[in-house]
């Protein structure tokens, strides 16, 4: 499949010279330069609709934007490979600041589309710099209406650099600290990052993985004052500003961003919960297999057979390109370029961060991803998963930087999509029923982390918020929130639960977007009902998948699935054929294992 072992540390030659570089620095300055010419120009005294003037503003919007994407995307990866970095740490903070000058920019252009009449505002649209782009204007211009006035707007993203991101940042600092020292059965010490600490869960070994989470959960207990602070201030922030607002409701500026209506989102959650007495079933089948009365929380990701099936990273990557091509050729194609040119980080190393994602460089055309390889077939599952973002991106690189600016639920769609062509190929060709069952275990482990964990952490968010607007949330009370969110979407079928998991997951500390929780569940059920489409109408759905990628920054997502798939998103029957190719993986799984 490839000439050459593949490297498993990626190249960031974009900027080259790490956060040292001498071209990043240029770049910045060039941001910074034009971010004051776009400044002068919104600031300037002229008519609502002087369409010279408009041309040029939109023009340098359009590059400001992409330019930050891409400056955001290098210390991320530069950040997340190595978390000592303290010179990106410094470079992550000039960053919030332009990001802050220019979402207060944004804010003042907002003023102006409010000052134009419908007539001017249709003149606008037409403009070459505007072509591509109009989606995304007619959202701002809706969405600056239901905001405070564009100076108060400005203010708040001023402040919130040294409040509300600072805070965000405080769980870099914490994650940075986390160090597992771990005794294996040969008496050799391992010091574990966090990210090395999670692989760790796909142990096969009951009482490592007890002993890991152990320490896992005592590590975050030293974390938990600090990490208390910043979820609470986080949330303190946010719902001032939506006071300020006028704004009654959390979930209001999520669902903004996701471009998704209320109705559709507490329909997927009543669909689940309809649909959850399989799963339950699982973990009943899985708790019997592994040999324990019921699961804990370290035993969800556990393998099902004491001989885990290690999968070494080049081959990991042959399989991945060879099952693409089965369903897109061109999806294979990329996959194999991405490798070649070394866009992935997989190393297993220390001061890495946990977790997995794929990040975009929208002025250069590509696309990173981060994640730690350990061999397991979940990290396949995780190659393939952050391969599908890394091909939404690609599909849309052509298209302006303001029609590639889509929402974190239909971002989820693609890589989800990814994950389920390889793992279906992987039950359809294995060589027995033991290997199936392994495999098939692997796929529910998915649907039970986005019908339970994420349902977890959405109920967490929303019974926290609702308590943090009548004062501060305390250490315990959060770990008993967790908890009671847990038990509620596990329906109270776990042994024992993890309370400090609000401490440990990046998600609720990160700005850019909040509730970073239902849009993966959307992904999850969104993909496998195209998936479904696609197994139905063969080759012949490429072209329509990639035209669904292509219009995801330039719609809703119920408009974008009523054009594509002809389905009403705020009714059931969609998202329960979606749930029924889950529940297929659960009743052979439970077929197979019978004894």
């Given at each position: 499949?490839f000439?050459?072992?593949?490297?498993q540390?990626?190249?960031?030659?974009m900027?080259?010279?790490?956060s040292?570089s001498?071209?990043?620095?240029s770049?910045?300055?060039?941001?910074?330069?034009?971010?004051?010419?776009?400044?002068?120009?919104?600031?300037?005294?002229?008519?609502?609709?002087d369409?010279?003037?408009?041309?040029?503003?939109?023009?340098?919007?359009?590059?400001?934007?992409?330019?930050?994407?891409?400056?955001?995307?290098?210390?991320?990866?530069?950040?997340?490979?190595n978390?000592?970095?303290?010179?990106?740490?410094?470079?992550?903070g000039?960053?919030q600041?332009?990001?802050?000058?220019f979402t207060?920019?944004?804010?003042?252009?907002?003023?102006?589309f409010?000052?134009?009449?419908?007539?001017?505002w249709?003149?606008?649209?037409?403009?070459e710099?505007?072509?591509?782009?109009?989606?995304?204007?007619?959202?701002?211009?809706?969405?600056?209406?239901e905001?405070?006035?564009?100076?108060?707007?400005s203010l708040?993203?001023?402040?919130?650099?040294?409040?509300?991101?600072?805070?965000?940042?405080?769980?870099?600092?914490?994650?940075?600290?986390?160090?597992l020292n771990?005794?294996?059965?040969?008496?050799?010490?391992h010091?574990?990052?966090?990210?090395?600490?999670?692989?760790?869960?796909?142990?096969?070994?009951?009482?490592?993985?007890?002993e890991?989470?152990?320490?896992?959960?005592?590590?975050?207990?030293?974390?938990?004052d600090?990490c208390?602070?910043?979820?609470?201030?986080?949330?303190?922030?946010?719902?001032?500003?939506y006071?300020q607002?006028?704004?009654?409701?959390?979930?209001?500026?999520p669902?903004?961003?996701?471009?998704?209506?209320?109705?559709t989102?507490?329909?997927i959650?009543?669909?689940?919960?309809?649909?959850?007495?399989p799963?339950?079933?699982?973990?009943?089948?899985?708790?019997e297999?592994?040999?324990?009365?019921?699961?804990?929380?370290?035993d969800?990701?556990?393998?099902?057979s004491?001989?885990v099936?290690?999968?070494?990273?080049?081959?990991?990557?042959?399989?991945?390109?060879?099952?693409?091509?089965?369903?897109?050729?061109d999806?294979?194609?990329?996959?194999?370029?991405?490798?070649?040119?070394?866009?992935?980080?997989?190393?297993?190393?220390?001061?890495?961060?946990?977790?997995?994602?794929?990040?975009?460089?929208?002025?250069?055309?590509?696309?990173?991803?981060?994640?730690?390889?350990?061999g397991?077939?979940?990290?396949?599952?995780?190659?393939?998963?952050?391969?599908?973002?890394?091909?939404?991106?690609?599909?849309?690189?052509d298209?302006?930087?303001?029609?590639?600016?889509?929402a974190?639920?239909?971002a989820?769609?693609?890589?989800?999509?990814?994950?389920?062509?390889?793992?279906?190929?992987?039950?359809?060709?294995?060589d027995?029923?033991?290997?199936r069952?392994?495999?098939?275990?692997?796929?529910?482990?998915?649907?039970?982390?986005?019908?339970?964990?994420?349902?977890?952490?959405?109920?967490f968010?929303?019974?926290?918020y609702?308590?943090r607007?009548h004062?501060?949330?305390?250490?315990?009370?959060?770990?008993?929130?967790?908890?009671?969110?847990q038990?509620?979407?596990?329906c109270?079928?776990?042994?024992?639960?993890?309370?400090?998991?609000w401490a440990?997951?990046?998600?609720?500390?990160?700005?850019?977007?909040?509730?970073?929780?239902?849009?993966?569940?959307?992904?999850?059920?969104?993909?496998?009902?195209?998936?479904?489409?696609?197994?139905?109408?063969g080759?012949?759905?490429?072209?329509?998948?990639?035209?669904?990628?292509?219009?995801?920054?330039?719609?809703?997502v119920?408009?974008?699935a009523?054009?594509?798939?002809?389905?009403?998103?705020?009714?059931?029957?969609?998202?329960?054929?979606?749930?029924?190719?889950?529940?297929?993986?659960?009743?052979?799984?439970?077929?197979?294992?019978e004894?």
């Amino acid at each position: 499949m490839f000439d050459h072992p593949l490297t498993q540390t990626w190249q960031l030659e974009m900027f080259p010279g790490g956060s040292d570089s001498a071209a990043f620095r240029s770049f910045l300055l060039d941001i910074e330069e034009k971010s004051a010419r776009l400044k002068a120009l919104v600031s300037a005294e002229t008519k609502p609709a002087d369409l010279d003037v408009w041309s040029e503003r939109i023009a340098l919007t359009q590059w400001l934007k992409g330019a930050l994407m891409e400056a955001d995307s290098f210390i991320g990866c530069l950040e997340a490979q190595n978390q000592n970095d303290k010179e990106a740490q410094r470079l992550n903070g000039r960053l919030q600041t332009m990001n802050a000058e220019f979402t207060s920019i944004l804010s003042q252009l907002d003023g102006w589309f409010l000052l134009m009449d419908d007539n001017e505002w249709d003149k606008l649209l037409l403009l070459e710099a505007a072509k591509g782009g109009r989606f995304w204007l007619q959202e701002r211009r809706r969405l600056a209406s239901e905001k405070l006035s564009p100076e108060m707007e400005s203010l708040i993203s001023a402040l919130a650099v040294d409040g509300y991101h600072a805070w965000g940042n405080h769980y870099q600092t914490a994650v940075g600290r986390i160090q597992l020292n771990v005794t294996d059965e040969h008496g050799q010490l391992h010091t574990y990052s966090a990210g090395q600490a999670a692989n760790q869960f796909h142990h096969p070994d009951h009482e490592v993985r007890k002993e890991i989470f152990r320490l896992w959960e005592e590590a975050w207990e030293e974390q938990a004052d600090i990490c208390s602070a910043a979820i609470n201030h986080l949330a303190g922030f946010r719902i001032r500003v939506y006071e300020q607002r006028g704004w009654h409701s959390v979930l209001q500026e999520p669902l903004a961003i996701n471009r998704m209506s209320e109705q559709t989102l507490n329909t997927i959650w009543a669909v689940i919960h309809a649909n959850k007495q399989p799963f339950v079933n699982y973990l009943h089948r899985k708790a019997e297999l592994i040999g324990v009365e019921k699961l804990h929380w370290y035993d969800l990701e556990a393998p099902i057979s004491p001989s885990v099936k290690r999968v070494e990273y080049d081959k990991a990557a042959s399989l991945i390109v060879e099952q693409f091509a089965r369903f897109n050729p061109d999806l294979s194609r990329f996959a194999k370029t991405v490798f070649e040119n070394r866009w992935v980080e997989a190393e297993n190393r220390s001061a890495k961060r946990p977790g997995g994602f794929c990040t975009s460089f929208p002025l250069s055309g590509e696309t990173r991803i981060f994640m730690t390889y350990g061999g397991t077939t979940s990290n396949v599952s995780t190659l393939a998963h952050e391969l599908g973002h890394a091909y939404h991106q690609h599909v849309m690189k052509d298209l302006p930087i303001l029609s590639q600016d889509y929402a974190m639920n239909v971002a989820e769609t693609a890589s989800t999509f990814a994950e389920l062509i390889v793992a279906d190929a992987a039950v359809r060709e294995a060589d027995n029923d033991q290997e199936r069952i392994i495999l098939l275990e692997e796929k529910i482990q998915s649907s039970v982390a986005y019908f339970m964990n994420i349902h977890a952490r959405y109920l967490f968010e929303t019974s926290f918020y609702e308590e943090r607007s009548h004062g501060l949330v305390s250490t315990e009370r959060l770990k008993q929130i967790m908890e009671e969110a847990q038990r509620q979407a596990y329906c109270d079928e776990l042994a024992s639960y993890h309370p400090y998991f609000w401490a440990a997951k990046l998600h609720f500390y990160l700005t850019d977007v909040p509730f970073y929780n239902f849009p993966y569940t959307f992904g999850y059920l969104f993909s496998a009902g195209i998936y479904a489409r696609a197994i139905q109408e063969g080759p012949a759905f490429t072209d329509k998948y990639i035209s669904l990628l292509r219009d995801t920054a330039s719609m809703s997502v119920e408009e974008l699935a009523a054009k594509h798939l002809g389905v009403d998103l705020q009714q059931p029957d969609f998202w329960q054929s979606a749930i029924d190719m889950t529940i297929k993986d659960v009743e052979m799984f439970l077929q197979l294992t019978e004894k």
